[in-house]
C-alpha cells in the first residue's frame, strides 16, 4: 500500500509538471493550461505555499498543552494548514481569472477563434484546480515531513519505540536493505516514514482537495454574472455555511424558523462538514475508503457538476460585446 501512495503521488507530480510544460491537444486543454500556467505565476500563489510551510514547520516546535496528545493536535492542524490555503486560491484566482477576462474583453478575443463558452468555463476551472493539486503536493510533502519531525522528537523525549514504532512495511524494507550502509538505510527509512505519514493522513488531504474542487467550481460559475467582489464575499459565506449548516440543524431544535433556515442551507449548500475527518485521521482510525471515502469524492464530483452546468447556462446568455 505504501508503494502505491508513493508511486501515485510521483505519477501526479509528473503529470502537473508536462501539464504545465508540454503542448496539450484539444481547445479546453488549452485554455486549462494557460489558467493553470497564469495560477502558479501568481505572487499569492507562493506566498501561500511558504507560508503555511513555515507554519507547518513552526507547529513541530510548539507545546499545545493537551496532555500527551500533542502529536494528534498537530496532525488536525496540519490538515486545515492544506485545506486554508487551496481554499484561498480556489476562490480568489476563480473570481479574478474569469472576471477580469470578460470584463476586460480577453474572452471576446478568445471566443472569437474556434473555441466555445464550453470550452472556455471548462478549461478555467480545470487549470485553476490543478494549481490547487500541484499546491496541495507541496504542503502534504512538509505534512509528512514535520509529523515525521515530531514523531522522532516524541520518540527521543520519550524513549518509547514501540509506542510509536515504524509501519510494518517501513520494517520490512528495512530488513531487506540491511546490506547497505546504515547511513543509506536510515535515509531510505526517513523517506519511507515520511511518505507512510502522508498515507496515513491521505483521506484528509483528498477531502481537502473535494472541498477545494467544489469551491472553485461555485467562484467560475458565479464569475460569469458578478463582480470580483461580490463574488468572492459571496463564496467566503457560502463556504462557511456549508461547514456550519449541519451544527445549526442539530443545534436549532428549540427555534423552527432557525431549524427551517439551516435546512434550507442544508439542501441546497454542499455538506463540507461531511468532509471534516482530522480528529479521526488524528486519533489514528481508519476512514473507511468504500463507506465514506468514496461516496465523498462521489459527492464532490456530483456538485461540482452541477454547478459548472448552472455556470454554463449563465455564461450563454450573458453579453461579451
Not at 488536525?76 to 473570481?95: H, N, Y
Request: proline share 4%.
Amino acid at each position: 500500500m505504501l508503494w502505491v501512495t508513493i508511486s501515485t503521488l510521483t505519477g501526479l507530480a509528473a503529470l502537473l509538471v508536462y501539464f504545465s510544460l508540454g503542448v496539450m491537444p484539444g481547445k479546453m486543454l488549452t485554455v486549462a493550461q494557460a489558467a493553470f500556467r497564469e495560477t502558479i505565476r501568481q505572487p499569492l500563489y507562493w506566498v501561500l505555499i511558504v507560508f503555511f510551510a513555515l507554519l507547518m514547520i513552526l507547529s513541530v516546535f510548539l507545546p499545545y498543552f493537551t496532555f500527551g496528545e500533542d502529536l494528534k493536535m498537530m496532525k488536525e492542524l496540519q490538515l486545515d494548514a492544506i485545506l486554508a490555503p487551496i481554499i484561498i486560491v480556489a476562490i480568489f484566482t476563480s473570481a479574478l481569472s474569469v472576471a477580469e477576462e470578460i470584463e476586460g474583453r480577453t474572452a471576446v478575443t478568445l471566443l472569437s477563434k474556434p473555441i466555445s463558452r464550453r470550452h472556455f468555463l471548462l478549461g478555467k476551472f480545470t487549470g485553476i484546480f490543478l494549481a490547487c493539486v500541484l499546491m496541495t503536493l507541496v504542503l502534504s510533502l512538509v505534512l509528512g515531513l514535520t509529523v515525521h519531525m515530531r514523531t522522532e522528537w516524541e520518540m527521543a523525549l520519550e524513549a518509547d519505540r514501540e509506542k510509536l514504532a515504524d509501519p510494518a512495511e517501513v520494517q520490512a524494507l528495512q530488513n531487506t536493505l540491511s546490506f547497505l550502509p546504515p547511513d543509506v538505510v536510515a535515509a531510505v527509512r526517513a523517506v519511507l516514514m515520511v511518505f507512510a505519514e502522508i498515507q496515513a493522513l491521505l483521506p484528509g488531504i483528498v477531502f481537502a482537495l473535494c472541498q477545494a474542487m467544489i469551491m472553485t467550481a461555485v467562484a467560475t460559475a458565479l464569475a460569469t454574472r458578478l463582480t470580483v467582489v461580490v463574488n468572492i464575499v459571496i463564496c467566503l459565506v457560502w463556504f462557511f455555511a456549508s461547514r456550519l449548516g449541519p451544527i445549526l440543524v442539530a443545534q436549532a431544535q428549540e427555534n423552527p424558523l432557525v431549524k427551517f433556515v439551516a435546512q434550507v442551507f442544508g439542501v441546497l449548500l454542499p455538506g463540507l462538514n461531511y468532509y471534516d475527518v482530522g480528529m479521526v485521521l488524528a486519533s489514528g482510525r481508519e476512514v473507511p475508503v468504500l463507506e465514506y471515502v468514496l461516496p465523498g469524492i462521489s459527492h464532490a464530483v456530483i456538485y461540482t457538476v452541477m454547478a459548472l452546468l448552472i455556470g454554463l447556462i449563465l455564461f450563454e446568455d450573458r453579453d461579451l460585446a
